[in-house]
């Protein structure tokens, strides 16, 4: 072996062309593979890098591996360049706010009132006349609009105070790392369709070069190696046309721009709907309220509105109370009222979801601040899921190209 002039038959060497386009859309179709799979380490972990898909004897999808830095990166570009909370939060009119939460806050004060008041003063509340409870009942109608709206207004000026966004948003996706799958799967759909179907078409034209090399070469060597360089040029070639070149650039007439970046409008229109739909959506972000990090700060908050709201409704039997219990008993009544309100609030907020998920706009607004972002900055959506391991999914390419040429050099040319 070594330089001859077509030393196997003529089939063998037309059949190197096929096999190195089948090599290259098999390490394509792996390499996007075990970006996204397995959700969960996969394997015997001996040994780890932190944040690393591989270990010893296994591996996890680079994208679940790295869900927590994946989510903060589209965060902050989120928060950077597509929106504030303090301004999507200022779109809601407290007073508007106050009308939807109405009806539901009266049936709450009606039976938290009942319930304390039997247990603090029984016997003086059900002597109580009808028209000082009617009083009490009107008194709740008129001052809980006043209680909703200034709620609101303060929880608008502090809301960074009482809502930590980030902490919302990459705990959903860490929770849920098939979520993140899903955002980068459906935002690179067609790219990652032209990653598999152009690891044919690449690894066909390099396996031309193959050919012609082995038909004056055939050292054993040669076609591993060529398989190597199949794999990695396949993959590398393919990563490297969807996000380069990052502004549109003249070529002999042509214009070129990576493919993502050409999609700019459609793609901002599936991220928005993905992330609005499944994590910056009204419910989760009150829950993030009611038992995030800074729900403490928020609980404060509603509890000195809730205390002023609480000794304007009861101030008709403050003397009754008072005289019946002592002003140290009648406090603690109207502490415990106070409590109730807070306790039971989160249970009626969902009467307030859609005017307020009408209100903050929160889809239209990130899909049209991410359609004007410069190509340099929406190149950051999608380019985080391979940029930090490109590198291991080319070499990975390479790899496999590898093996299959060596299966290639003992079954066609032994």
Known sequence: MGFGVGDYALWNYLV???IAGGVGYITNVLALQMTFLPIEFWGIELFRIRDQPWGLFGWQGIIPTKAYKMASITFDL???KLFSIREIFGRLDPLQFSVEMEDGLLLLMDSVLEEVAMEYMPTVWTKLPQDVKDEIVVMTDRESQEFLTEFMKDMQLHVEEVIDIKDMTVSACVANKPLVNKIFQECGEKEFAFIRQSGFYFGFLFGCIQMAVWFVYDEDWVLP???FLVG?????LALKVIFSPTEPKNICGYKFQGLFLKRQADVSATFARIICVEILHVKAM?????TGPLSANFFAMLRAHTLVFTEKLIVEIKPLAVAAMGAKKYSEMKEAIAQKVIDKIPTIIDQSYEYTQEALQMESTIRSKMQELPSKDFEGVLHPAFEEDEITLIFLGGVLGAIVGVIQLFTLFN
Do not use: Q
């Open 232 to 236: 990695w040029v396949t993959n590398y």
């Open 16 to 18: 190197i062309p096929f």
């Open 225 to 227: 190696v060529a398989g």
């Open 78 to 80: 989120m928060t950077r």
């Open 286 to 290: 009150w829950e993030a309220i009611f």
